[in-house]
Structure formats: structure tokens, C-alpha cells
């Protein structure tokens, strides 16, 4: 016999029933156990790993796989069985010979033979097999033929003497064709045979498959929506995983994945074991299910009209219906039938011809229109709207397009999915053309909003056909939209002919030209010559209409504090009245937006937060990176990094696109401070390359990594060429900090020279800009380079005016003290708001300093417990105990000794382990 690979299956949610089933069948605890559940449960896989196990303890395993034909052939299952029987090479020869006779016998038996016959054939079966005391696995045993099943009846009183053991698959719920489901109900009730039920994966359990396929943590709403969609079913579970990767539904970003909010077909090969069940309800099988997967939500109607979609009789398509509830593919609710698992309903729909999946659509919209059909309340806002889109031109364009569009506009800000499908439907089939031109807007501010590919192009026709209907508001919005939609596809050579002046105008006259031209520079990250554009042409655009206007001043406003001129901010800040277009709901809206945006930037959380209190507007109703920015500053950075994640998958670029840069920022900062240092640098050349044009702050936050890993040449050279590259950009956003930092990694080197001049550099930024970052970052310079305790004690003061800001006063703190202002006051104060953040790298190393200055460290307890934290961290990211020793600032053989002492506490024995359980978050918790 072939050798069977005896590795371990992994089997999420089963190990146990494993470990029971192999010591039941060793032990011959039961003669027969039957493994039952429902299709796609995991039968297969369960017995694969059981007979696994078995082998791999020298126990003889004799698997046997059934299929549909064995029904009709009498004794094929036992005549494989003996087969196998017979190939086995370990028993004396008297137990082999006597296959031969009964192979022989068997093929002479008539379909009907006497309950004697039977006997006989047991009694043999039994001499050949006694001997060798195997464990039978029979998979798909609900196609057992009666003959077999005779036979087997008959032999579980023998196997009761411990002769042999059969452990069973099948796939049903409480009945089984005959005789099968005679068989194993007659031995349960003898007490001959146990039943043991495959019980759906709870939600925990899903995690740990999705985690294990998709080599990344999940995020809590792919497990919820998975599990929703597979009931827990493992096939459905691993189809739906498979099939959305493949669709690019699934996107992991920072090692987490999440599944993009758009519905995409997922159908399923013929051969998948969860379509088995509905082969198996008849000839239709197939096509009736997939016609009540779209008329389902019509309840009773639905037979009716699939029977007349599919040319069959009524009561052919309800025989079927039964044979589906029966086979648990379908369930009976109070109104209407409703698929066990949605996963297949929504494959089975997707895998219908395109004409028949039109023509079931028009006749269920047709049974809505003139009342004779209703749909099910929980479905009424969707199944409608998704049969208009599929239906076409079979049914009335005028009467669907209208509808489409009223449901579209009403999704359009919570499910962009929905609201693209529908609107795209709506605008096809429009023939008015006004309608026409709103429809497409509609469908473009969809793909806008939720940051869908095709926006740009779907803009672009709205104003190049269609300019004549829409208002000059309109064609400035719709430009807009354009340029982002751009900006989102990468579509760079687009936009330099635009700031260029290459391509052709936009529809919206002199104005509007203006505004797109200074969008479009500031795109290409050509900031200063979209400022000077804006300036030299405001008395153009400031003519325009009140939008054109506001979104001109809006851009003047970006590019100086890109470039370190707020005035233009602070004009707008205390003047609303500036705003010509703040009577517009809409864009008022986005107005407070921006400013609370700018101020973020410039960590000004406490005004932004007071400006947003002031209007009422919901600080969830900013974009992704602001909402980063709030979280990121206040210290709230678990959220903080699932925001900016979340706006990653998205792939958020709005018409703001400074913010996603400083977000990417943060969080490389976060895994920094928390010593995931790994996916820090992950992150780093990810952003790096998705903004080249802002790539300065990008290495300004990996520069402070590098430092922390104690490669301070590398910061600092990193920091040096970051600068260089904002001065030949003009850019001044972010450098504050960054010549602050460089100032003392110039003095610590010894270049008192280079020190000195990047003082200086931040303290004309803290005049030029004013912000309490600028004021903080040069304050801190001086005390570090120039020794000015009066600048170090100023630098507190104002922190503590900024309260609220936990990470960014603690770091003042900190180099305060280490400037030499009170630091057994300080060093305590920087330690908790660290602690505040879960900042362990930065914990870590500052207590290193504490000690050095005989400042005592308080909560060994805790410090014991974070020491252990970061090492596990610092272990997952693949350091070496030297790279872990030089980042903690303490020996290697120090390194060496935590880990001996760490594997002994918890139970870890390999830096494999626990690196492992670092990535999947069992440890630490």
C-alpha cells in the first residue's frame, strides 16, 4: 500500500473531534459512528485527518469513498472494502485468501437475496477482518447501496467484539435515502452505532481559517460578514475567501484584511461540494434554485413564475423546491423559502445565464408593478431596485430609470455598491437629456464619493456631452470630481497636460479654467506654482461663480500651508463671511471640513475641535485621515491605526491630498513608539511609494524609526536629504519637527556647526508660522543644542496648555529633562502619557534613561509584563537578539536571558512559536 503522509491536518474548530473520533475508533469504543452535517460541513477533511492520525500510531485506516453509482450496484461498496482488505499486506495469509471466494460469491448474489445470505456474507467478511482489527472511514456514506447496508447491519454485532471499528460520513439532516438512513437509525436505536453531529464554525473559529488562509489578522467585519454569508459552513467559509481574494474584494493592509464594501458575482465551479445538494434534488435541481435565488423575495409567487421563466409545470418546479428543503438548501419561512446559506444563493444567481437572469428580473418587476406579487419586508428597499438593473429593456425604461435613480440618490452615501449599480442602470436606459446629464452625475459623484475606479472617465463624459445641461455650479463641481478621480487612478500624464495648459479647457468658461489649472498643479504636487497662478488671476476667478470662487480660495489657502504661509487660512478662519458660497448646505459643509483639515495638519487639534463644536458638525463626518489625525493626537491610537487602515483599503485620495500623506505619517510613527518596527518600515515604503511628490515626510517618520532601532547615522543622513528635499520643493508642512530633530542629532554627532543652522531654520518657521508645534519644536532645539533651560521650562509650559495631546507632550517633557529641567518631575510625566499610548518602545527606552539618572521607574509588575510585550513584538518583527539588544539599548546575553525566561513562563519554546503568536495576537494579549 502507498505510504500516507502522516503530517498533522490542521483542522480550525474540529481538533477535538479528531482526537475523539481516533481514540473512539483505537478503543473500538463504538462499532459504528456516523459524522453527520450538512454539505460543505467538512466530512471529508475530518475523516482525511482521523485516518491521519491513525496511521501515524501504526493503526490500521481503510478509507473508502462512496459515490451516486454505488446506489445501484448491489455490495460495491464491501466489494471495495474487501479489496482494500485484500491489498493489505500485514494479517497471516489464511485472513487474505478468503476475499477471493466472497469476491466471487458477491458477484453471483442476486439484488435480493435472503436475510441468510446476508448473515453468510457478514460471517465471512468478519473472518477475513478479525484478524487485522482495522478502522473503516467511509466517506459519503449516504450513497451506501441496500446490499452493503444488509451486510453491514449484520456485521456490527461482530464488530461490538472490538474486531473492527467503522466511522461513517454522511450528509443529511435527520432523514437519508434508503437504506442508509434505515441502517444507521436501527443501530443508533441498538445501541450499535453513535451520531455525532458537525456543528457549524463559531466566529472565533472563522477567524482563526480566515487567518490562516490569508496569512494576515482579519478584521472584525470580514469574520462578521464571512460568517453571515457561510453560516459557518467551512466550504462556503473557504469559497467565499477564495473567491473574493480572486475578485480583489479582499485588500490587507498593515498585515489586517478587509473586505472592500462591493458586491462582485461569486460563482461557484459544478463540481463544488455545496452545489452537490442541489445536483442531487433532481434533472432541475440546478435551475430551480437559481430562479428562487432571484425570486425568493416574492414568497409564494415565486414557484409560479419561476415554472413559466423555465418552461416546466408548477408542480415539477415545487417537487424540486421540496427535494431542496429537504437536502436543508432551502428552509420555509413564515412567507417565503430563503437559502440556509446566503453564499449560495448569491453564487447560484450569479452563475444564470445572463438572459435567463433578465428574464426572471422582468417578470418579478412586472408581478410588483401590477400588484400581483409582494416582496418580503425585509427585502423591499434592495430586491426591487437590483431586479430594474438586471431586468434592462425588458421592462418600461421610463418608469425603471425613475425608480433606479430615486433608490440610487438614496444610497448614494451608505452604499456606494447599491448606489453605483443602480444609478449606472438608471443612466443607460434615461432618454431624456437632462435626465440624462443628471444621471451621469449621479453616477460620478457615486464613484467619487466611495473612491470607485472609473470616476474620472464617467466625469469626463458628463462634461464633455453633456455641459449644456448643467448649471455653471454643476460643471465646476464636475471638474473637480474629474481631477480627483485622476488623482485616485495615478492618471499623472492627464494632469500635468492639464497644469500645463496642454489639454483642452474643461466646459465653464475663464473661471472655472483657472480653479482646475491651480487644482491641477497642486496635484502634481507643484504647489508654489499654483499659489502664484491662483494669485496672479484672482481677480478671474474671484469673478466667478460663488463655488468657483470658494473652491479658489480654498486652494490658496492648502498651498500656503503647504508652503508655510497661513495667512490665507487665517484670513477664512476669522471671516466665514469669506465664504460667498456658505449658504449652500453642502458646501458649507466642506468648507469646515477643509479648515479642520488644515488645522490638523498643523496640530491644532484643540481649535479644530473647537470649530467643529461651534457648527455642529459630527466629528465622524470627517474624512478618514482627519479622523486619523483627532484619534492620533488625543492618544486614541488603536483607533487611530484601524482608521487609517480602513482609509488605506478604501484607498481614500481626496481633493485634500496633504491629509493621507500625514496620516501615513502618524501611523508609521504609532507602529514605531509600539516597536512594530517591521511594519513600520512596511508602511514607510508603501506610502514612499504611493507619494513620491511628498516623500519628505514619509522619511521623516522612518527616521525616527531608524533612531529608535539605534541607527542614528541613518536617521540622521535620512533626515538631512528629507530637508534637502523640502527646500528644493519649497515645501514646509512637517519640517518643523523634522529641523527641531535634526538640530540635536547634529549636536549629538558633534557638528555644532550643522546643529546650530537647523536652530535657526526652526525658529524662523515658529516666527513665520505661529502654531504651537513650530513654537514647541524650536524651543526644544534650543534647549538641547544651545543648553537654554528658560527655552526647555517655556516648552512645559506650553505643553501644559495643550493638554489633551499625550504623545507629543510627553516627548516635550521628556527632552526637557533631558535638557536638565526638573527631570525627576518630568521623566515620571513623559513615562505614564507613553504608557497613555501604549508606546513600549519608547517606555522601554526611557526607562533606560530614568535609571541612568537615578529616577526610579514605578510598577515593576507592569514593567515586567511590558518588557515581555515588547519582546514578543520585537521577536515577531524578525530581529535578531543583537538587532533586539541594540534597540533596547542593553546586552545581547540580557536579550538571551528574557527569552529563556519568557519560553519557561508561558509555555513557548521556540522563537517560531512565539513570533507566530505575536502576528496572530495570542500573544501578546
Not at 443529511?172 to 437504506?179: D, R, Y
Not at 490562516?212 to 475567501?241: C, I, K, M, Q, Y
Not at 488603536?638 to 485634500?656: L, P, Q, W, Y
Amino acid at each position: 500500500m502507498a505510504a500516507v503522509n502522516t503530517a498533522p491536518w490542521r483542522m480550525i474548530g474540529r481538533d477535538d473531534l479528531v482526537t475523539e473520533l481516533s481514540e473512539g475508533a483505537r478503543n473500538a469504543a463504538s462499532p459504528l459512528t456516523v459524522v453527520t452535517g450538512d454539505a460543505g460541513a467538512g466530512h471529508t477533511s475530518l475523516l482525511r485527518a482521523v485516518e491521519a492520525e491513525l496511521t501515524a500510531d501504526g493503526t490500521t485506516a481503510v478509507p473508502i469513498t462512496c459515490t451516486r453509482a454505488d446506489r445501484t450496484l448491489p455490495y460495491a461498496v464491501l466489494f471495495r472494502v474487501l479489496t482494500r482488505f485484500g491489498a493489505l499486506e500485514d494479517g497471516p495469509a489464511v485472513a487474505r485468501w478468503p476475499v477471493r471466494r466472497l469476491v466471487a460469491k458477491l458477484s453471483e448474489a442476486a439484488p435480493g437475496e435472503s436475510p441468510a445470505t446476508a448473515a453468510e456474507l457478514a460471517t465471512a467478511v468478519f473472518a477475513v477482518v478479525r484478524h487485522q482489527a482495522p478502522v473503516v472511514l467511509i466517506d459519503d456514506a449516504h450513497w451506501l447501496d441496500p446490499a452493503t447496508a444488509r451486510v453491514f447491519g449484520q456485521l456490527a454485532t461482530f464488530f461490538g467484539t472490538g474486531a473492527c471499528t467503522v466511522v461513517a460520513a454522511a450528509r443529511w439532516a435527520g432523514s437519508a435515502p434508503e437504506p442508509a438512513a434505515g441502517l444507521f437509525s436501527g443501530l443508533t436505536a441498538d445501541g450499535l452505532a453513535r451520531r455525532v453531529l458537525l456543528r457549524p464554525l463559531t466566529g472565533p473559529q472563522c477567524a482563526e481559517v480566515l487567518r490562516d488562509v490569508l496569512r494576515a489578522r482579519p478584521d472584525a467585519d470580514l469574520v462578521r460578514t464571512l460568517r453571515a454569508e457561510s453560516r459557518g459552513n467551512p466550504a462556503a467559509l473557504t469559497a467565499a475567501v477564495t473567491g473574493y481574494r480572486a475578485a480583489g474584494r479582499i485588500r490587507v493592509v498593515d498585515r489586517t484584511a478587509y473586505l472592500l464594501p462591493w458586491r462582485e458575482p461569486l460563482a461557484l465551479p459544478e463540481s463544488h461540494p455545496l452545489l452537490g445538494p442541489v445536483r442531487d434534488a433532481g434533472p432541475h435541481g440546478i435551475a430551480v434554485a437559481g430562479a428562487t435565488a432571484v425570486l425568493a423575495p416574492l414568497g409564494e409567487l415565486a414557484p409560479r413564475l419561476g415554472a413559466t421563466a423555465l418552461g416546466l409545470d408548477e408542480e415539477e418546479v415545487q417537487t424540486t423546491l421540496r427535494h431542496l428543503v429537504d437536502a436543508r438548501v432551502l428552509v420555509r419561512g413564515r412567507t417565503r423559502l430563503r437559502f440556509r446559506l446566503p453564499l449560495l444563493r448569491a453564487a447560484l444567481e450569479a452563475g444564470l445565464p445572463p438572459y435567463r437572469r433578465r428574464n426572471l428580473a422582468a417578470l418579478a418587476v412586472e408581478a410588483v408593478w401590477d400588484g400581483t406579487g409582494h416582496i418580503d419586508g425585509d427585502l423591499a428597499d434592495v430586491a426591487l431596485p437590483d431586479w430594474l438593473a438586471d431586468a434592462g429593456s425588458l421592462v418600461d425604461p421610463d418608469r425603471s430609470s425613475g425608480e433606479l435613480l430615486a433608490r440610487g440618490g438614496a444610497m448614494l452615501f451608505t452604499d456606494g455598491g447599491l448606489a453605483e449599480r443602480w444609478l449606472d442602470a438608471a443612466a443607460r436606459r434615461v432618454r431624456d437629456p437632462a435626465m440624462k446629464a443628471h444621471s451621469l452625475m449621479a453616477v460620478s459623484a457615486a464613484r467619487a464619493v466611495h473612491e470607485r475606479p472609473g470616476a474620472a472617465a464617467s466625469t469626463l463624459t458628463v462634461l464633455t456631452e453633456h455641459a449644456a445641461h448643467l448649471s455653471p455650479e454643476q460643471l465646476q463641481e464636475m471638474a473637480i470630481v474629474y481631477l480627483t478621480g485622476l488623482c485616485a487612478e495615478g492618471d499623472q500624464r492627464a494632469l500635468r497636460e492639464i497644469a500645463d495648459g496642454r489639454a483642452a479647457p474643461l466646459p465653464g468658461g475663464p473661471a472655472v479654467a483657472t480653479v482646475n489649472k491651480a487644482f491641477a498643479l497642486m496635484l502634481v504636487a507643484r504647489w508654489r506654482e499654483g499659489r502664484d497662478h491662483l494669485l496672479a488671476t484672482a481677480d478671474i476667478w474671484r469673478r466667478g461663480t460663488a463655488v468657483t470662487a470658494d473652491f479658489g480660495e480654498m486652494f490658496l489657502g492648502g498651498a500656503g500651508v503647504m508652503l508655510g504661509d497661513l495667512r490665507q487660512l487665517r484670513r477664512m478662519l476669522d471671516d466665514p463671511g469669506r465664504w460667498r458660497a456658505r449658504h449652500l448646505p453642502q458646501h458649507r459643509f466642506e468648507q469646515i471640513r477643509y479648515e479642520a483639515n488644515m488645522l490638523l495638519m498643523l496640530g491644532e487639534l484643540g481649535t479644530a475641535m473647537r470649530l467643529l463644536e461651534s457648527t455642529g458638525t459630527p466629528e465622524d463626518s470627517l474624512p478618514g485621515p482627519d479622523r486619523f489625525l483627532t484619534k492620533w493626537l488625543r492618544g486614541e491610537w488603536r483607533d487611530a491605526m484601524e482608521v487609517a487602515r480602513r482609509s488605506i483599503v478604501d484607498g481614500v485620495t481626496s481633493a485634500r491630498p496633504l491629509a493621507p500623506v500625514k496620516m501615513l505619517h502618524g501611523a508609521i510613527r504609532i507602529l514605531g513608539g509600539q516597536g512594530w518596527l517591521g511594519r513600520a518600515a512596511e508602511m514607510a515604503a508603501s506610502a514612499r511609494s504611493a507619494h513620491r511628490h511628498l516623500a519628505h515626510l514619509i522619511d521623516h517618520a522612518e527616521a525616527m524609526t531608524l533612531r529608535v532601532r539605534g541607527d542614528r547615522m541613518g536617521a540622521t543622513a535620512l533626515l538631512r536629504s528629507a530637508l534637502r528635499s523640502a527646500d528644493d520643493s519649497g515645501f514646509v508642512l512637517g519640517t518643523e519637527q523634522m529641523w527641531a530633530e535634526l538640530a540635536a542629532a547634529e549636536h549629538d554627532l558633534g557638528n555644532r556647526e550643522a546643529a546650530l543652522r537647523a536652530v535657526e531654520r526652526g525658529r524662523g518657521l515658529a516666527d513665520s508660522l505661529r502654531t504651537d508645534r513650530a513654537r514647541l519644536a524650536s524651543l526644544l532645539a534650543r534647549a538641547h543644542v544651545l543648553g537654554d533651560l528658560g527655552a526647555a521650562e517655556e516648552a512645559v509650559a506650553l505643553a501644559e496648555e495643550r493638554d489633551g495631546m499625550p504623545h507629543e507632550n510627553g516627548n516635550v517633557f521628556m527632552r526637557a529633562a533631558m535638557a536638565g529641567v526638573r527631570p525627576k518631575q518630568l521623566l515620571p510625566r513623559a513615562y505614564e502619557l507613553f504608557g497613555e499610548v501604549d508606546a513600549l518602545l519608547w517606555r522601554a527606552r526611557l526607562r533606560a534613561r530614568m535609571r541612568e539618572r537615578g529616577v526610579p521607574v514605578p510598577g515593576r509588575a507592569i514593567t515586567t509584563l511590558e518588557n515581555e510585550r515588547l519582546l514578543a513584538i520585537l521577536v515577531a518583527e524578525g530581529l535578531s537578539n543583537r538587532e533586539v539588544a541594540s534597540t533596547l539599548g542593553t546586552s545581547e546575553k540580557s536579550v538571551e536571558g528574557q527569552l529563556t525566561r519568557l519560553f519557561s513562563r508561558i509555555g513557548y519554546h521556540s522563537r517560531v512559536e512565539l513570533a507566530a503568536a505575536a502576528l496572530t495576537g495570542e500573544f501578546p494579549g
